[in-house]
């Protein structure tokens, strides 16, 4: 066999195909003649513009290539930077072209926030206090990895109910690392890996809706709900309709991981003994360790009072968690070559999801698609409105952050909601429990993207399962709103005359 006809043996088609489709439905969606305006119930316009096409276009290119890994993810991210500033697609406050716009999201507070988490990962790698919380929890979960499963899933969700799921996910992710090489596997891929990280991802985004302390997304829901409903809600009503999906979803995850992903071995022999011995071989806990602890408990701490105490809400928890950062190193905790092992393609990847979410709202493109989507059932079965508003954040969640698509969505079917009788509190719950389970896209949210570094999958093996982790989700879903929230005491539809 010639060298010519081997190297066309071996050329990937598929990758090429998946990366011709990229821009050949961004080619599609622009350079199409105008689309319809949306139209809301109460007869308002909605006109997608040029640069809404535009901004779509790039959003469906993105996606492909993000989903497929044509390149490295946060390349694809770098081209939503590119796209949008060659196309004129963002403007300034002043509504000037401004090709500032579309690559200041890349150093936005939210992705230095990930940054900040991504750190606090380090730290507990370097200074030991991975390996040690991996093997106290062990001692006690035992050697079935069944067992491992559901004790890092109730770890993670727990975590969740009083720091936001990133910080969560970037202190379960080395702590995961430690378990997996007790596997005895080495760096192979296994159906226990993927089963960890792919796990630790889902569950942190399910606790992460109970409690307003797991997640941004629901205090700017709460916002949208109070201007528009003229109600609130509480911190421990939020909690009490959340803390049964969130758990539920949490030991369904469980049951869900264990039958696609059953471990090859359905015990670790000798892991106990094994765990023992390196335990007793790390000695007593080190000064950096508690060094280390006692900052980022420091900031849990600040971060998770901010909920209660309005004065220190003036303080950005970016910036707060920043802190942790310019601490390690100024305490040498960490170094330089610590700072160049940051996985800069995780947090590119952040940078441009929050890049394409902004260029989706201010091209107004998101409100058009919102609208026309919600449109479509207005004349719908409370039920089916319900579900259908449900889906749309669940998609929506999945390309963008989860605060833009709640912003996207929320404030639209509020509206709607009171024409077909349906009260706006199932809305709003509805709506944040999909948000917090982006179970398709890395860019969904920080820990599926943390999860990522660890190579035990694909962004493609991710969406693959995660349109079943999602229909399950769906599924539960409507038990809630049709079952168990109504006989919780919530709202669903409105009476008669109201």
Not at 141 to 155: A, K, P, Q
């Amino acid at each position: 066999m010639t060298a010519a006809a081997i190297d066309q043996k071996s050329f990937n088609w598929k990758r090429l195909f998946f990366l011709l489709l990229g821009p050949a439905l961004f080619s599609l969606v622009y350079f199409c003649p105008p689309w319809p305006d949306a139209i809301d119930p109460d007869g308002a316009h909605f006109v997608l513009s040029s640069e809404g096409k535009g901004a779509l276009g790039v959003f469906l290119w993105a996606g492909t290539w993000w989903v497929f890994e044509v390149v490295p993810i946060g390349i694809t991210s770098l081209l939503i930077g590119v796209l949008q500033t060659l196309l004129h697609l963002r403007t300034n406050a002043e509504g000037v072209w401004d090709p500032k716009a579309a690559f200041k999201d890349f150093m936005d507070p939210s992705v230095l926030f990930i940054f900040g988490s991504i750190v606090i990962g380090l730290v507990f790698t370097k200074t030991g206090l991975t390996k040690r919380l991996a093997y106290k929890m062990l001692k006690v979960v035992g050697e079935r990895t069944s067992m491992i499963y559901l004790g890092v899933f109730i770890v993670t969700a727990f975590l969740t109910h009083f720091m936001a799921h990133t910080a969560v996910a970037a202190t379960i992710y080395p702590l995961l690392l430690a378990i997996y090489a007790l596997y005895g596997e080495g760096n192979k891929v296994t159906k226990f890996g993927k089963g960890l990280f792919i796990g630790m991802a889902y569950v942190a985004g399910a606790g992460s809706i109970i409690t307003l302390l797991g997640a941004a997304r629901g205090m700017v829901a709460l916002g949208f709900y109070r201007e528009l409903m003229n109600m609130d809600i509480s911190f421990f009503q939020f909690a009490y309709y959340n803390f049964p999906i969130g758990w539920g979803m949490v030991f369904l995850l469980w049951g869900f991981f264990m039958i696609f992903f059953k471990p090859e071995k359905k015990v670790i022999p000798g892991l106990r003994e094994k765990v023992a011995k390196l335990d007793k071989d790390m000695g007593p806990i080190t000064r950096n360790e508690i060094v280390a602890s006692c900052v980022i408990l420091g900031v849990i701490v600040f971060m998770s009072l901010q909920s209660f105490i309005p004065e220190l809400k003036a303080f950005h928890k970016s910036a707060v968690l920043l802190v942790t950062t310019v601490t390690f190193f100024a305490l040498k905790i960490l170094d330089i070559d610590d700072l160049e092992a940051v996985s800069w393609n995780i947090i590119l990847l952040f940078a441009g999801a929050m890049s394409i979410g902004f260029c989706l709202w201010e091209t107004g493109a998101a409100k058009w698609l919102a609208v026309n989507w919600l449109a479509m059932f207005s004349e719908a079965n409370w039920f089916v409105f319900i579900m259908s508003i449900a889906f749309f954040v669940l998609i929506m969640t999945n390309f963008i952050m989860n605060v833009a698509a709640i912003a996207i969505s929320l404030p639209v079917a509020l509206v709607i909601a009171p024409y077909l009788g349906v009260a706006g509190e199932v809305v709003l719950f509805a709506s944040l429990a999909c948000a917090g389970m982006p179970f398709l896209l890395l860019v969904g949210a920080a820990p599926n993207a943390i999860a990522y570094d660890s190579g035990q999958f694909t962004s493609g093996e991710f969406f693959k399962w995660g349109i079943l982790a999602s229909i399950l989700l769906m599924l539960v879903l409507a038990l809630f709103v049709a079952v168990i929230w109504p006989l919780m005491g919530m709202a669903v539809t409105l009476p008669a005359g109201g």
